[in-house]
Antibody
Framework: EVQLVESGGGLVQPGRSLRLSCAASGFTFDDYAMHWVRQAPGKGLEWVSGISWNSGSIGYADSVKGRFTISRDNAKNSLYLQMNSLRAEDTALYYC?????????????WGQGTLVTVSS | EIVMTQSPATLSVSPGERATLSCRASQSVSSNLAWYQQKPGQAPRLLIYGASTRATGIPARFSGSGSGTEFTLTISSLQSEDFAVYYCQQYNNWPRWTFGQGTKVEIK
């Protein structure tokens, strides 16, 4: 069974940093690209960042470019999101998501999310 | 960035009726379009990928159509469990995916 478990969220002051993790199991991690998607309270889904299976291709939403860094460790079956210079508008539930199939880039599997609250 | 626009924002439908949701892309995304359902307190669930292919376990009452810039999700006969928020997403522009703002399907 595919499982994605996010961790690392919490309350952080504006301008500070936080590192999110996503532990994957139940599939061959390095067969799949992985992504982060966030959802602010009461709002819609926002794609944040994505990384190819071998970290060779990476993308970011304009809203986080230059502040967030996505990475993965295939040996540890883990995905990460380093978030620097956090702002109030980064407050959201952060999901990690896996492609449905190796060649189907829709998000077929999601974790339950980790909540990040940016507030003084 | 490809902008995805969904309409309407809210759709009021009676159980058993048909619901039609629209999604428009600001430029062609070919058939690289997915639909998701999200219920309160839950992660999104993939319904449709490739604009028209149902994901595993998705009931046949859900169907998707379209290509290029215009897409439709149809729920043929709404069941109580279908009242939720629906999002479209393009995945044509690797690695810059984008979602629509969502359509809430509520009970009329």
């Amino acid at each position: 069974e595919v499982q994605l478990v996010e961790s690392g969220g919490g309350l952080v002051q504006p301008g500070r940093s936080l590192r999110l993790s996503c532990a994957a199991s139940g599939f061959t991690f390095d067969d799949y690209a992985m992504h982060w998607v966030r959802q602010a309270p009461g709002k819609g889904l926002e794609w944040v960042s994505g990384i190819s299976w071998n970290s060779g291709s990476i993308g970011y939403a304009d809203s986080v470019k230059g502040r967030f860094t996505i990475s993965r460790d295939n040996a540890k079956n883990s995905l990460y999101l380093q978030m620097n210079s956090l702002r109030a508008e980064d407050t959201a539930l952060y999901y990690c998501a896996r492609w449905y199939q190796p060649a189907v880039a829709a998000f077929g599997y999601w974790g339950q999310g980790t909540l990040v609250t940016v507030s003084s | 960035e490809i902008v995805m626009t969904q309409s309407p924002a809210t759709l009021s439908v009676s159980p058993g009726e048909r619901a039609t949701l629209s999604c428009r892309a600001s430029q062609s995304v070919s058939s690289n379009l997915a639909w998701y359902q999200q219920k309160p307190g839950q992660a999104p669930r993939l319904l449709i990928y490739g604009a028209s292919t149902r994901a595993t376990g998705i009931p046949a009452r859900f169907s998707g159509s379209g290509s290029g810039t215009e897409f439709t999700l149809t729920i043929s006969s709404l069941q109580s469990e279908d009242f939720a928020v629906y999002y479209c997403q393009q995945y044509n522009n690797w690695p810059r995916w984008t979602f629509g703002q969502g359509t809430k399907v509520e009970i009329k």
